[in-house]
T-cell receptor, first 113, second 115 residues
Framework: SQQGEEDPQALSIQEGENATMNCSYK?????LQWYRQNSGRGLVHLIL?????REKHSGRLRVTLDTSKKSSSLLITASRAADTASYFC?????????????FGTGTQLKVEL | EAEVAQSPRYKITEKSQAVAFWCDPI?????LYWYRQILGQGPELLVQ????????DSQLPKDRFSAERLKGVDSTLKIQPAELGDSAMYLC?????????????FGPGTRLTVL
């Protein structure tokens, strides 16, 4: 079952613009991660934010987490054509077996030249 | 840079046949995951191994799916018999220890088509 829901489902922007994707979830979490997936390929880890953190940066990526609203956002600044991909949020819950991830439905980002 | 290896990359089979997928995690990674990703959706966890032991297989359809990691290194996921609804991408991932919020590294996946 999917825990997170990304919004929008699809986003098309011009190169150089910023892209913002949102993720909402339903139950309490310990951490939230964002992954990128190029068409037909595996997932690449982008960034992890823990439940006691509000904001993290990595290069052109900025992630926020609001646990009171059960939502997160991923901002990609100065987008490039190579950023074209699907982006997934994954909520993490720490269990006896480790960090169980539940992925959302994804946002398809298209960056046009 | 070390990567998770998966084979085959593509598999076409007929329903009721048996299929098997192989995964070799990053060296030293104790935790191994198998996910299924249906087109247009996010990955869903099928089974998680810590070394050679299964720690979570609650979403694995055990009547037809099986997974093993005999020596705690590489792993095989099997489907027998395959059904039309099994058509999906099967992703393997590994992480260092499975403790805490560690990063999962994904392989390129096996795209299964059941005819």
């Amino acid at each position: 079952s999917q825990q997170g829901e990304e919004d929008p489902q699809a986003l098309s922007i011009q190169e150089g613009e910023n892209a913002t994707m949102n993720c909402s979830y339903k139950t309490s979490i310990n951490n939230l991660q964002w992954y990128r997936q190029n068409s037909g390929r595996g997932l690449v880890h982008l960034i992890l934010i823990r439940s006691n953190e509000r904001e993290k940066h990595s290069g052109r990526l900025r992630v926020t987490l609001d646990t009171s609203k059960k939502s997160s956002s991923l901002l990609i600044t100065a987008s490039r054509a190579a950023d074209t991909a699907s982006y997934f949020c994954a909520t993490g819950v720490l269990t006896g077996g480790g960090n169980k991830l539940t992925f959302g439905t994804g946002t398809q980002l298209k960056v046009e030249l | 840079e070390a990567e998770v290896a998966q084979s085959p990359r593509y598999k076409i089979t007929e329903k009721s046949q048996a299929v098997a997928f192989w995964c070799d995690p990053i060296s030293g990674h104790a935790t191994l995951y198998w996910y299924r990703q249906i087109l247009g959706q996010g990955p869903e966890l099928l089974v998680q191994f810590q070394d050679e032991s299964v720690v979570d297989d609650s979403q694995l359809p055990k009547d037809r799916f099986s997974a093993e990691r005999l020596k705690g290194v590489d792993s095989t996921l099997k489907i027998q018999p395959a059904e039309l609804g099994d058509s999906a991408m099967y992703l393997c991932a590994s992480s260092l220890a499975g403790q805490g919020a560690d990063t999962q590294y994904f392989g390129p996946g096996t795209r299964l088509t059941v005819l």
